[in-house]
């Protein structure tokens, strides 16, 4: 069983700034990429920002710039720093990642429950 626990959302101002943490426990013997989407009310899933175990992040166009992504091998745990926070980034953010249970076994995606970002004045 593999869970992965999101914390950190809520409201933010304009301008702002929030920071998500999302932490992967159970049984797990590595992970590969970890990323944060995020759906607004009426919109598809969004990529937000991916960070691979080596190389290069990615980001969104819209993001780029204010937000920052990174994680920490050793706790499981990935990060989102929002900064000068619009209100068009209220949103459910989702936590994902690929893990593998096993040496012998193929990466599978996984999905956090997801954590509310209200921005508004």
């Known amino acids: 069983q593999v869970q992965l626990v999101e914390s950190g959302g809520g409201l933010g101002q304009p301008g702002g700034s929030l920071r998500l943490s999302c932490a992967a426990y159970?049984?797990?013997?590595?992970?590969?990429?970890m990323g944060w989407y995020r759906q607004a009310p009426g919109k598809q899933r969004e990529l937000v920002a991916r960070?691979?175990?080596?190389?290069?992040?990615n980001y969104a166009d819209s993001v780029r710039g204010r937000f920052t992504i990174s994680r920490d091998n050793a706790k499981n745990t990935v990060y989102l720093q929002m900064n000068s926070l619009k209100p068009e980034d209220t949103a459910v953010y989702y936590c994902n990642a690929e893990i593998r249970r096993a040496s012998w076994s193929p990466f599978q995606n996984y999905w956090g429950q997801g954590t509310q970002v209200t921005v508004s004045s």
């Open positions: 159970g049984s797990i013997f590595s992970i590969g990429s």
């Open positions: 960070i691979p175990t080596g190389g290069t992040t």
